[in-house]
């Protein structure tokens, strides 16, 4: 995956010793600072670029449609994708035949089925709403609730991180709704989406799958506006966590901006010759 020198510079900092690596909490000033109409996470070049690739034949038909018309390959794509970004070892072909046939792969633990159940529900939920859902709580609560069924109450803590999250509750709400009136309030569907994708996951609003609730959020814009929808599909871990570790331990997005593009790029070429 291509890095810019930014992303370079940030990976190069976030590989360093954990005892390298100064402690530090949430800042409020990483959203507070952020002004929609004034502040951009990406530039007018990376914009252009992401408008041209992603148009559809659907755009200027009800939301949701180019979703729809790709959603038995899109479902099984980021149910896998998103899984593989979490730890679950299920291979494509063996999601694929869990989400088309229900037969869990052999030697799986349980939580990976799970996992990949719930992301492909998850997923069928944005493109069957996609004219009704938008950047509000109740969407965003709707998602994570589908994501984490099954699943117990875990710690938000990131391991091999220096990041901490908040976790006064009451703080925790007014910044969340203050994060979505924001993301509500940008007027680019991409700027949109790479905005809740940095800022959800560096609140990390819930206890648990605040990373999958944060790139599901990120096709809402897509999904509304008929754009071809974000997978994660070949995505690698690795460069994925580094650019999630440089917004949380630095307030940097250029390497996590670096991922998004790129994965963005692949998504595109991937459901334009499905078509």
Known sequence: MPVSREG???RAE???????????????KFLDDYEPGVNRYLPEQILSRLHEIGRTPEVGKPAGACARNILERLRVDFAWASSRLEGCTYTRPEAELLIVSGRPAPGRHALETRMVFNHKAAIMMLAGNADKIGFDALTLRNLHAVLSSGFHR??????????????????IEERFL????????ISDPFEQAFFVMVQLAYLQ???????????????IPLFRHNFYPLSFIDVPEPAYTEGTLGVHELGRIELLRDVFVWAYERSCLRYRKAQ
């Open 8 to 10: 370079e510079e940030i």
């Open 178 to 185: 203050l994060l979505i009136e924001k993301a509500d309030a």
């Open 14 to 28: 976030i590989r360093k010793p954990l005892s390298l690596r100064r402690q530090i909490g949430y800042d409020q």
């Open 205 to 219: 609003p819930f206890a648990d799958a605040n990373k999958p609730v944060s790139r599901l959020a990120a096709n």
């Open 154 to 171: 875990r710690s938000i803590e990131i391991p091999g991180a220096v990041f901490s999250p908040p976790l006064m509750p009451r703080f």
